[in-house]
């Protein structure tokens, strides 16, 4: 047990010079995928009454598939900022901390990387 007060802890130590970046990066993603998520769901639903071939078809069109493709990237990425946040916040523990974040990164990376293969094999005829 220590008996220094809390502010005396984190003085000298800096700013860790990541949150206004981060800050700026969450608000970005937000903004890139409000127009982003209205299309995909609009999307979707018109694409409710479509067979495979005809889902296949649009989704093998160049402007759905760059917008698809921005929105998964954009999407993931800001879910992976989110988690972090959060996992920064709340988790209070080093190990378990930086164990948490190094799982999210590889699952957010995993993901968005069989999503953005599977849009691009689809687009490629494979």
Known sequence: MS???PLAN???????KQGTEHFWHQRL???ILV?????????LFLMSAMDYNAM??????PINTVLLLVFIISAY???MLGVRVVIEDYIHSEWQKISCL???NVLVLLAGLVAILSVLKIFLGL
Do not use: K
């Open 35 to 43: 127009p982003l998520t209205l299309w995909f769901t609009t999307s």
């Open 77 to 79: 990425y800001h879910a």
């Open 102 to 104: 190094i799982l999210v």
């Open 3 to 5: 008996l220094r007060t």
């Open 29 to 31: 993603t937000a903004v």
């Open 10 to 16: 984190a003085r000298g130590l800096g700013s860790a």
């Open 56 to 61: 296949i078809t649009w989704i093998s069109s």
